[in-house]
């Protein structure tokens, strides 16, 4: 195992340490993927980690995710030869708009994921909604706020991008999560927030806020 502490002295990492706290670029040589996605996930939080390919950074993101640090990966682009896969589009942007809107500590990528173009971090946060538990926020144009992000309307939500209405309660279908998730209102005032699984609407887990993208 790489003893952090005790190389941190060595030039090469002091330099790249110099580098990162004074947030700029750069490109690291001479040592391995793994140790620089280590020292990456511990010196700060919100970074991007370019990984040589796809096994090198799932090795540096289990190793970040056993550090506790929250950690998306981007394997390559969304779009082919002119054909964009929905899918891997929506994973996509949930896992930029994830570092831009602070929800993730590093972000790795593969170099094909480089080339795909993304709109600014600031469009980015303009078209995010912020839900928090025991804060208000406006019931009435809730369903037309999630229209405008690009959501659809449904009687029964049955895969991303969509959501329901049901009285005061909301169910949906977000962006970059794997389950439902079920937002109850009390008038403007959002009582609870919880994931729930698509199968049999289980509770998963509570969550105290929810990004929107």
Known sequence: MFNFEKNLALPTLED?????????????????????GLFVGLLGK?????????????????????LGLRVEFLSGGYEQNGLVDAGLKDDFFAAISALVNKECDVLIVTP???????????????VTIKLETNKTFNFSTFAQNLVKLGYQRVDRVMARGE???????????????????????????????????????????????????
């Open 16 to 36: 790249i340490k110099t580098h990162f706290l004074a947030g700029k670029k750069q490109q690291i040589y001479g040592l391995s993927s793994s140790v620089v």
């Open 46 to 66: 919100e970074s991007v980690f370019v990984a040589k390919d796809i096994l090198s950074g799932s090795r540096v993101a289990q190793m970040l995710s056993a």
């Open 112 to 126: 094909n994921a480089l080339v795909q173009k993304v709109p600014n971090a600031e469009d980015l946060v303009s």
């Open 163 to 213: 959501f329901s209405v049901k009285g005061d309660v909301v169910i949906l279908a977000p962006l970059g999560k794997e389950n439902l998730v079920r937002i109850e209102f009390f008038d403007d005032l959002v009582e609870k927030i919880t994931e729930i699984s698509y199968d049999d609407k289980k509770l998963v887990k509570k969550l105290d806020y929810l990004l929107i993208y």
